[in-house]
């Protein structure tokens, strides 16, 4: 699925609009994506991943909760030499679905999105921009985890090489060890799916895991990539 061409220019894509309840109570004053770990906070260290590995120069970082908080910290993204516009998501309990949907008119072409709360160290991410993402509706990450565990708090893949065959959010049972990361590559198609999901469901809260995976069983191709490092 990858080559060693370059492809155009992807823009990144961030999620940050949530109220980390998962981290509650250290989220009650600052946001998760805006915790120290070991000296830079984690929307630092995505930025900075993002330009450095994937060559990305503009940054949308959707907004909510402590919003202020991350307008204020990383501003126009001139001192990461990267370009960052703010979004901000006033509906939080339709999730983060709804997030990337928000930025449907300012992005046409393929888009990397990290959520905020994913920490990444000596990964292979730079890889990415070799992979040929250009017939796939979406491209999700995973890795290789001895605890399985991890796998049903988060999500689980199963796949064929480089093609996803299925996708399960939080599942009870697990069929290998691949946890899906908040690393995704996406089609400016995938504004199409969600749009018509959300109409389809009076515009409620649903999975995006979910979703993609209805895609896959209807035939949609769905690529994946392995990432190895450290989470």
């Known amino acids: 699925m990858s ?8 823009i990144g894509l961030i999620p940050a609009a949530g ?15 805006l915790f120290n770990i070991n ?8 930025i900075s991943l993002m330009r450095d590995d994937l060559g990305i120069e503009k940054v949308i970082i959707i907004i ?11 501003g126009d993204g001139s001192k990461y030499h990267v370009s960052i516009q703010y ?3 006033t509906q939080l309990e339709r999730g983060w679905a709804w997030s990337v949907l928000l930025a ?7 888009f990397c999105v990290m959520l905020c709360d994913e920490c990444y160290t000596s990964s292979n991410h730079a890889e990415l921009k070799y992979v040929s993402h250009q017939n796939h509706l979406a491209i999700c990450t995973g890795m290789h985890v001895d605890d399985l565990a991890l796998i049903k708090k988060n999500y689980a893949i199963e796949h064929e090489t480089d093609t996803v065959t ?16 908040g690393t995704f590559l996406f089609s400016p198609l995938i504004f199409n799916v969600l749009e018509d999901k959300f109409k389809a469901n009076g515009y409620s809260n649903f999975n995006l895991i979910d979703e993609l995976n209805s895609c896959i069983q209807s035939g949609a191709s769905v690529g994946f990539f ?3 490092g450290n989470y």
């Open 3 to 10: 080559n060693r061409s370059a492809k155009p220019p992807l």
């Open 19 to 33: 109220l980390g309840s998962r981290a509650w109570p250290y989220t009650n004053k600052t946001h998760k994506g």
């Open 39 to 46: 000296g830079r906070t984690n929307l630092e260290r995505i």
């Open 64 to 74: 909510g909760y402590l919003g202020d908080s991350i307008r204020d910290h990383l």
């Open 87 to 89: 979004i901000e998501n």
């Open 104 to 110: 449907h008119e300012y992005i046409n072409t393929h």
């Open 166 to 181: 299925k996708l399960i959010e939080k599942p009870v049972t697990v069929a290998n060890d691949i946890m899906g990361s």
């Open 226 to 228: 392995e990432l190895l």
